[in-house]
């Protein structure tokens, strides 16, 4: 029920919170390897996503939009260097190609979801962060599954 300057300024919360992961995920996260690291900052992005869905207050709004800006772009930070790491040059453009696909079914069916009439009416936007908490939570299954594994393996190549 506030106005549209309060989501501007979430949206402002979310990109310092992006710019602080591209200037220093890496040394936020060098205790613990790549694979921990991701999981870590998923696990914070459920956490934020469950939390915005149960509270009505600017603050939390603001402070977990920081928090949810850093762990997007601190994920895909470590998600890219892990790749670079594991994958030889001459296979990285494919392997790239199959990520990006993937991103963009995900993103449009995401689009499909949240553009229903449910989610814009009275205070339903709510559910659109638990339903993102839950996407997450199933994503992070199988990370955590075969977290040791991916830690493990060897460079990739042809």
Do not use: H
């Not at 979801?113 to 559910?127: D, G, Q």
């Amino acid at each position: 029920k506030e106005s549209a300057d309060v989501f501007a300024s979430s949206e402002v919360y979310y990109s310092i919170g992006a710019l602080l992961a591209g200037f220093g995920i890496r040394a936020i996260t060098k205790q613990t390897d790549i694979v921990t690291s991701i999981i870590i900052l998923m696990v914070l992005t459920i956490i934020s996503c469950i939390l915005l869905t149960f509270t009505k207050s600017v603050a939390i709004l603001f402070a977990m939009s920081l928090l949810i800006g850093l762990c997007n772009a601190g994920t895909r930070i470590l998600r890219i260097t892990y790749i670079f790491e594991k994958v030889s040059n001459n296979i990285i453009g494919r392997s790239g190609s199959v990520f990006s696909s993937i991103s963009i079914i995900i993103r449009t069916f995401m689009i499909i979801l949240f553009s229903l009439p449910f989610f814009a009416s009275s205070e339903n936007i709510r559910y659109g962060y638990l339903v993102g908490a839950a996407f997450l939570v199933l994503a992070l299954i199988p990370l955590v599954k075969n977290r040791n594994k991916l830690k493990e393996l060897e460079a990739i190549s042809s």
